[in-house]
């Protein structure tokens, strides 16, 4: 019978894995509605708080693409280093400091590791209780569950990463992937959209910004071709955050950038109007490795899903 079972789910995932997921559709109404693709990397302080430590853009229901600086300070096991807490992925929220809200997690895990400290079985489930809220509402908490960085990644070059969760994100109004860029050649001069979470209120804003010529750029940084420059207005970079262009034929949006970190003179926050880099998405050895590792990660995780059905594991 559970070779039966087995079966089953292998060829089931052999389905799901060459079924084309719809990308890069955006909604009226609020900002989030526009730009569903848009998450936040961070964690809950011990008072519950959330606190947003890079963006990132969702690329299919199992992956999140963002910038490699983003796990400086994450290990394999998703801990943030000397914080005694794990990473999460915040998702379909329009605000993300509004503490009194409440969040239905997509795991099974319990308090301790949401805070990082012991518990008891009492203020967990007191815990999966508080995380339960209507229907109508989309905003979810996702634990990641592993991650790769570019192999040719050091500093601000080639930071791009993949993230995986072990649960499928839930698509819906405000939760969306947006569509690689392929066939895409970004030309210096266009306009592209570019959203960030404000730290002040927590909610997410967008930008239009032009991606910068090459004549303007060399006067702060060096060129070079797996790399776009934009000039931003704020200092901290947005690390992770998606440059999205849409394709006003089609109205489909790509992501052509990820946000890596601003050239000199950022650590002036007076200072406006700077250059800031991105890691350039369509760029060959970038695209190869975000498409290859996408698929690598995806199948892990379908394999896990099997594995944790047939033995009736919560994962």
Not at 103 to 129: C, P, Q, T, V
Not at 196 to 217: F, H, P, Q, V
Not at 234 to 263: A, E, K, R
Request: glycine share 6%; charged share 30%; aromatic share 10%.
């Amino acid at each position: 019978m559970e070779f039966i079972k087995g079966i089953f789910c292998l060829s089931f995932l052999v389905l799901a894995s060459s079924t084309e997921q719809n990308c890069g559709q955006s909604g009226s109404g609020s900002t989030l509605a526009k730009f569903p693709w848009s998450v936040s990397l961070g964690y809950f302080d011990p008072k519950g708080a959330w606190k947003h430590t890079c963006g990132g853009a969702i690329i299919s229901d199992r992956i999140i693409l963002t910038a490699a600086n983003c796990f400086d300070q994450v290990d394999l096991d998703m801990n943030i280093k000397d914080l005694n807490t794990r990473l999460h992925i915040k998702v379909g929220d329009p605000k993300l400091f509004d503490d009194k809200k409440k969040y239905r997690s997509k795991l099974f895990n319990k308090l301790d590791k949401i805070f990082g400290e012991d518990s008891s079985e009492e203020s967990s489930e007191e815990s999966i209780e508080e995380n339960e809220v209507e229907s109508e509402n989309y905003q979810a908490i996702y634990h990641p569950d592993s991650y790769k960085l570019h192999p040719k990644h050091e500093k601000f070059e080639f930071d791009i990463a993949l993230v995986a969760t072990n649960q499928t994100i839930e698509f819906n109004e405000v939760t969306k992937p947006v569509c690689l860029p392929d066939n895409i050649k970004t030309e210096q001069g266009w306009s592209t959209e570019f959203t960030s979470w404000n730290m002040y209120d927590g909610t997410l804003e967008k930008d239009m910004l032009r991606i910068e010529y090459d004549a303007y750029c060399t006067r702060f940084t060096e060129v070079q071709d797996h790399k776009l420059c934009i000039v931003t207005k704020t200092c901290d970079g947005y690390p992770g955050t998606p440059l999205i262009w849409q394709d006003t034929n089609t109205d489909i949006n790509h992501v052509v950038g990820i946000m890596s970190g601003n050239s000199q003179g950022c650590e002036n926050e007076h200072q406006r109007n700077r250059v800031g880099i991105m890691g350039k998405v369509e760029q060959s050895e970038i695209l190869e490795f975000i498409k290859e590792t996408k698929e690598d990660l995806e199948l892990c995780q379908s394999l896990k899903d099997c594995f944790c059905e047939l033995r009736k594991y919560r994962c």
